[in-house]
Every structure is written in structure tokens, then in C-alpha cells.
């Protein structure tokens, strides 16, 4: 499957997790767009939005990290802009809950918007990537006429 892998990619932590998950993902056969092996640090801000919408429109489905205290407004947006025309799996490793068990600990309308929500505190990296596995296995089929949500 085409997976466009979204998340906040702004300190070496981020993108070293970003770059072993997208390489755990392609080890089980999937196709990758993370944007920070695209987004070049010398390309101008409309550059690099482009090239993000471009992996958006290309995947089969939005992955997306929903770590952090508030999630990366980047990464809400691509969400945004995907939920319409293919599905959205979020996912959690960060161990911060939320004021509703079981209904995610950010932002409604990323909850409500996504086809699969992932919790995993705590979790490896590892144990993420399989979870995300099953989860696309999950997605319901979409009809080839019809928009997703």
C-alpha cells in the first residue's frame, strides 16, 4: 500500500523514529512518502508545501503520528486535507491521556476524522509498525466512484 507517513519532523528524535518506522513499514512491503527525506531544507516554504500535497494526493492512505502534548499543526492540517478522499490512521505512542478514555487524548475533530485511531503508550517502534499493519488490513474498501468519507 502507498502510505504518505505524517508527523513532526523538527528534532533529531522525531526523524530518526520517523525514518526506522517508514523503514519497518517498506520491510513489510509498503510504499513510503515521508516527507523529510523530500522536504530539502533549501527549498522555499510554497516548495515544500507542494511536494507534501503531491505525497499526499499519491498515497493510498494518510498515517499519521499524534504524539505530543498537541499534535504537530503541520501534520492536523495534512490530515485535514486527506480525510475527504482516502482514509486517515492515527497512531500514539506518548503516554499523556486525554479528559475522555478511549476517545484519544487530542482534538476532537482528529479523532472523529480518522478512520482508525492507534493508542499505544509506551509501545516500541516496532510494536507500532505491526499495529499499523493490522490497521490497514482493517480499512473498509472504497468504492471507486464514491469519496471516502
Same mark, same amino acid.
Given at each position: 500500500m502507498?502510505?504518505?507517513l505524517?508527523? #513532526? &519532523?523538527f528534532?533529531?528524535?522525531?526523524r530518526?523514529?520517523?525514518t526506522?518506522?517508514?523503514?519497518?513499514? @517498506?520491510? !513489510?512491503g509498503h510504499?513510503? /512518502?515521508?516527507p523529510?527525506? &523530500?522536504e530539502?531544507? %533549501?527549498?522555499t516554504? %510554497?516548495?515544500v =508545501? !507542494?511536494?507534501?500535497?503531491?505525497?499526499? %494526493? /499519491?498515497? $493510498?492512505?494518510?498515517?499519521?503520528? *499524534? $504524539?505530543g502534548a498537541?499534535p $504537530?499543526? +503541520?501534520?492536523? /492540517?495534512?490530515? +485535514?486535507?486527506a =480525510?475527504?478522499?482516502k482514509?486517515v490512521?492515527? =497512531?500514539?505512542s506518548d =503516554? @499523556? !491521556?486525554g479528559?475522555e #478514555? +478511549?476517545?484519544?487524548?487530542?482534538?476532537? *475533530?482528529l479523532?472523529?476524522s480518522?478512520?482508525?485511531?492507534i493508542?499505544?503508550?509506551?509501545?516500541s517502534t516496532?510494536a507500532i509498525a505491526?499495529?499499523?499493519? $493490522? +490497521?490497514? !488490513?482493517e480499512? #473498509?474498501?472504497r468504492? #471507486?466512484?464514491?469519496?471516502?468519507?
Amino acid at each position: 500500500m502507498k502510505i504518505y507517513l505524517a508527523g #513532526p &519532523l523538527f528534532t533529531t528524535a522525531e526523524r530518526e523514529f520517523n525514518t526506522k518506522l517508514a523503514g519497518l513499514l @517498506r520491510d !513489510r512491503g509498503h510504499e513510503i /512518502w515521508l516527507p523529510q527525506e &523530500l522536504e530539502q531544507r %533549501d527549498k522555499t516554504a %510554497d516548495q515544500v =508545501f !507542494r511536494k507534501d500535497i503531491e505525497g499526499i %494526493d /499519491w498515497a $493510498d492512505v494518510v498515517v499519521a503520528n *499524534m $504524539d505530543g502534548a498537541d499534535p $504537530d499543526s +503541520g501534520t492536523c /492540517w495534512e490530515c +485535514g486535507y486527506a =480525510f475527504k478522499q482516502k482514509p486517515v490512521i492515527v =497512531f500514539r505512542s506518548d =503516554f @499523556r !491521556r486525554g479528559e475522555e #478514555p +478511549g476517545k484519544g487524548s487530542y482534538n476532537l *475533530m482528529l479523532t472523529q476524522s480518522s478512520t482508525i485511531q492507534i493508542e499505544l503508550p509506551y509501545a516500541s517502534t516496532e510494536a507500532i509498525a505491526a499495529r499499523i499493519t $493490522d +490497521g490497514l !488490513r482493517e480499512l #473498509p474498501v472504497r468504492q #471507486p466512484d464514491k469519496a471516502f468519507a
